[in-house]
């Protein structure tokens, strides 16, 4: 069987979360007797924020608690760990305002955002929690996310597309344009696949260069509109810099990327 046990806490509450074949089943400290809800049934989530911590709620359950990004942190590419002033990883992306993350991305330690980061890639429910999350802390903490005329998801290309049957920046934006009452519109397309894995941030530069247009039929959708590029993780922002590149080439006024997390380099950790 396919299965996966999930431990969260928050205080003195302890909570197990089992997935069983992608069905989302709960238990808690009674016993995996105690089934509550199921993938299938409709969800109701919300959010409480604290300061650094997100608590997201399926029903009347704590479902995560997500740990934000706290200061010190960039504030214009939402690095986690320098202040504004002192980052020079912006120095050399373009074409965006600024990067608004929920959280930080690390490969070593994982987080519960991060493992549900992670189980997004396979699953699309997560994008429930995530989303739900995501728009949250942009109402509560990035105002100017709120008006923004228009969501426009990060594309896969057509191949990779199929080999996953959904785009998860586009998962989503569908959950958070839905809380924020914004619209979102796929505009974007990827014109070739490329491999970023194990590349050096020049050559991801390199390899994203010229990687994204926005659709002939919508160019005209995002003249003089404020645009938030939506995407899962940012790692070295050079994918939301082509995205926004060609949306201001195409007469977007103002682009903006609202990230689930930012992805610390590992000499950093
Ligand atoms: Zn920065």
Known sequence: MNSTIFHYS???KKTDLLIVKNEIRYCDEWGLGNIIYSSKEKTNFF??????????????RLFATYELLSEPYCHRCGYPGVATENCS???DLYGFNKIYVMGKYSSRRKSLLEQHIISLKENKFYAKPLGYALACIASNRYEDILNAEMLVPVPLHPTEYGNRSFNQSLELA??????LNIPVSFVLMKKRVA???GLTREERSRAVAGLYDVLPSRRK?????YVVLVDDVITTGFTVSECAKVLRKYGAYKVDVLGL???????DE
């Open 174 to 179: 569908k959950i958070v344009g839905e809380q």
């Open 89 to 91: 990883l912006h120095d």
């Open 261 to 267: 997390a930012r992805t610390v380099l590992l000499t």
């Open 10 to 12: 928050s205080g003195t």
């Open 221 to 225: 959708l995002v003249r003089n509109k």
């Open 47 to 60: 959010c409480k924020m604290l300061e650094n911590e997100i608590f997201v709620y399926q029903g009347h």
């Open 195 to 197: 491999r970023m894995v």
